[in-house]
């Protein structure tokens, strides 16, 4: 499967933004898939994830109760609905996915878009 992700910009403290993940190659919705974000000279981190059947999701504490993972499988595409940013959500935002393996650890998903970037001023 490959992944695009998009819909990253620039967007004041308090905002929203809406990223997408869209898949080709193969059908989303057998796959598990996450978001990353990777902040300059840090390290990546994980940002939430939904398993397969979106039956499960999970979040990061730092955007919990503001990020929200969905699908939409008719457009085999995964979204990431950014409420409430701050200044410290600036990054860049990768989406990751795999069919055997999820969670919040970057090893455990074997295919990644490459990123969007998302600044958010205060």
């Known amino acids: 499967v490959q992944l695009q992700a998009s819909g990253g910009g620039l967007v004041q403290a308090g905002g929203s933004l809406r990223l997408s993940c869209s898949a080709s190659?193969?059908?989303?919705?057998?796959?598990?898939v996450a978001w990353f974000r990777q902040a300059p000279g840090k390290e990546r981190e994980f940002v939430a994830a939904?398993?397969?059947?979106?039956?499960?999701?999970t979040y990061a504490d730092s955007v919990k109760g503001r990020f929200t993972i969905s699908r939409d499988n008719a457009r085999n595409t995964v979204y990431l609905q950014m409420n409430g940013l701050k200044p410290e959500d600036t990054a860049v935002y990768y989406c990751?996915?795999?069919?055997?393996?999820w969670g919040s650890g970057q090893i455990q998903y074997d295919y990644w878009g490459q990123g969007t970037q998302v600044t958010v001023s205060s």
């Open positions: 190659g193969r059908a989303i919705s057998g796959y598990h």
């Open positions: 939904s398993s397969w059947r979106s039956i499960t999701t």
């Open positions: 990751a996915s795999n069919q055997d393996r």
